[in-house]
C-alpha cells in the first residue's frame, strides 16, 4: 500500500526521495525492518495475552529432560509470525503480482489450517487436534491452486533463448552474451532447475517421453504431482521439526535469506544472464515477501530461542513450511529442496524409517525395533543426553551449510 502511496506522491507531486520505492532492495530492507518490528514488539503483548487466555501447551512427558518445565508456555505463536509477514507484504510489495498473491494465498490458507489445528487442542482439548487427513487434504487442495496458477497463468513466464524461426508467437528479443548474438521469448514453460544436470534445467513435459505418446498433455499432470508432494513434505517435515526451542524458527530463517538470494537474482536480468540461470520476469518482487519472511523468523526467534517464552503451534510451523516449499516452487527451485531444506527432510525421513521399521519388525517377530531412540531426529539426540541449545546449534550450522551447498550447485555443469 505504501508503495502506491510513493509511487502516486512522487509521479504526481515529485516528492524528493519518494521515488526510491520504486527500488527492490529499499523495499525488502523496509520489509525486513517492518517485520522485525511487529514480531518483537507486538510479539510480546500477543504472548501476554495468550498466557492471559491461558492458551498455553499441552506437554506429553515423554521422558525427556527439562520437557515437562514447558508445560503452560503459550502456544499458537505462529500468529506472531503470520502477521509479521503479511503487513509488510501489505505495506511495500506490488499486490497485483501474480506471484505476491500467491504467498498471500499460500501463508492465509496453511496458517488457517495451523490455526484450527491449535484451535482444537487447546479449547476443545482434544490432543489430537485436526485430524491428519484433514491436513493433507487442505495441503493438497493449495497445491493443485499452486500447480495449475503455475501452469496456465499468462503472467507467469520464463525467459528462454530460442533460434530463428520461432514456434511461439511472442516478442522476440536481441542482445549480445559476450560476443554470440542471442534471441529470447518471455514463454509459458514446464522447465524448472535441477542440479547436476545438463545446464541445470529440467522440463516436467518430458518425464514421460518413454512412453512414446505427445508428452506436453502429460505435462500438468507430472507438475502437479512434484508440486503436491513437494508442498506436502516440507509443510509436515517443519511441523516435525518444530520439537524443541528455536530449531525450526532458526532453520527457516536460513532457508529464508537463500530464497531470497535465489530469488533476485532469477529476477534481475542482468544478474541471471551473467551467472547462466533461469530468468524469470516479475520474480523480484518475491524478494520483498522473502525480507518479511525472514525478519518475522529471526523476531519470532527473540522469543522461541532457549527458553522458550512461546511456542508457534502449527499456526506457524505449517505455514512456514509450506511457504517455503511454494517460494521455491515460484522461483523454479522446488527440485533444489531436498538440499535446501535438507534438516526439514531429514527430520520427516527419520520418523517414516522409525514408524516402519517398527511396524515391519513387529509384524515379522511380533516385538517392535526402534531404529532411533525416538523420532524425529532431535529427539533421538535429546535421549541421548545433549542439551537443546547444543543440538539447535549444531542443526544450524547444517542449515548453513547446505545453504552454501545449494549456491554451488548452481554452477555445476
Known amino acids: 500500500m505504501l508503495y502506491y502511496l510513493f509511487n502516486w506522491l512522487n509521479k504526481n507531486y515529485a516528492i524528493p526521495g519518494a521515488g526510491v520505492f520504486q527500488y527492490i532492495t529499499f ?14 514488539v507486538f510479539g510480546r503483548r500477543l504472548i501476554d495475552y495468550l498466557r492471559f487466555k491461558q492458551v498455553g501447551e499441552t506437554v506429553r512427558n515423554l521422558g525427556l529432560e527439562g520437557q515437562m518445565q514447558k508445560a503452560g508456555t503459550p502456544t499458537m505463536g505462529g500468529i506472531i509470525i503470520i502477521l509479521g509477514i503479511l503487513i509488510p507484504t501489505l505495506l511495500f510489495a506490488k499486490l497485483e ?38 491436513k493433507i487434504i487442505g495441503q493438497v487442495g493449495l497445491a493443485l491452486f499452486i500447480g495449475f496458477t503455475m501452469y496456465s497463468n499468462k503472467d507467469i513466464v520464463i525467459r528462454q533463448e530460442v533460434k530463428l524461426p520461432v514456434k511461439y508467437d511472442v516478442p522476440v528479443e536481441f542482445h549480445m552474451r559476450g560476443n554470440t548474438p542471442v534471441y529470447t521469448q518471455d514463454i509459458r514453460s514446464t522447465k524448472t532447475t ?3 544436470y545438463k545446464n541445470n534445467e529440467f522440463d516436467y513435459g518430458k518425464v514421460l517421453k518413454f512412453i512414446g505418446a505427445d508428452t506436453d498433455h502429460y505435462s500438468l499432470l507430472v507438475f502437479m504431482f512434484f508440486v503436491i508432494l513437494i508442498i506436502t513434505f516440507i509443510s509436515n517435515g ?29 529476477g534481475n536480468t542482468v544478474i541471471a544472464d551473467y ?32 527458553p522458550a517464552q512461546v511456542f508457534m503451534g502449527d499456526t506457524g510451523s505449517l505455514a512456514i513450511g509450506g511457504i517455503i516449499a511454494v517460494f521455491a516452487i515460484m522461483i523454479r527451485k522446488e527440485l533444489m529442496v531436498p538440499i535446501l531444506c535438507g534438516v526439514f527432510v531429514v527430520e520427516n525421513i527419520s520418523v517414516i524409517i522409525q514408524v516402519s521399521w517398527f511396524k515391519y519388525t513387529k509384524k515379522r517377530t511380533g516385538t517392535g525395533v526402534r531404529v532411533f531412540l525416538m523420532a524425529p531426529l532431535h529427539h533421538h539426540y535429546q535421549k541421548k543426553g545433549f542439551h537443546e541449545a547444543k543440538i539447535v546449534t549444531r542443526f544450524w550450522i547444517i542449515g548453513i551449510l547446505l545453504a552454501i551447498i545449494t549456491f554451488v550447485t548452481l554452477k555445476l555443469r
Open 27 to 40: 523495499r525488502m530492507a523496509m520489509a525486513v525492518i517492518t517485520s522485525l518490528i511487529v514480531t518483537t
Open 194 to 196: 535441477m542440479p547436476f
Open 97 to 134: 503480482n501474480i506471484y505476491i498473491i500467491m504467498m498471500i494465498v499460500t501463508t492465509v490458507w496453511l496458517g488457517a489450517i495451523g490455526f484450527l489445528d491449535d484451535y482444537i487442542k487447546v479449547f476443545k482439548k482434544n490432543k489430537e487436534g485436526l485430524a491428519g487427513k484433514f
Open 275 to 306: 551467472l547462466n540461470i533461469m530468468y524469470i520476469p516479475n520474480s523480484g518482487e518475491l524478494v520483498i515477501f522473502a525480507g518479511a519472511f525472514v525478519g518475522a523468523c529471526v523476531g519470532f526467534l527473540w522469543y522461541n530461542s532457549y
Open 238 to 266: 517443519a511441523n516435525i521439526t518444530d520439537g524443541i526451542d528455536g530449531l525450526a524458527t532458526g532453520t527457516s530463517a536460513i532457508i529464508g535469506i537463500t530464497l531470497a538470494i535465489l530469488a533476485y537474482v532469477s
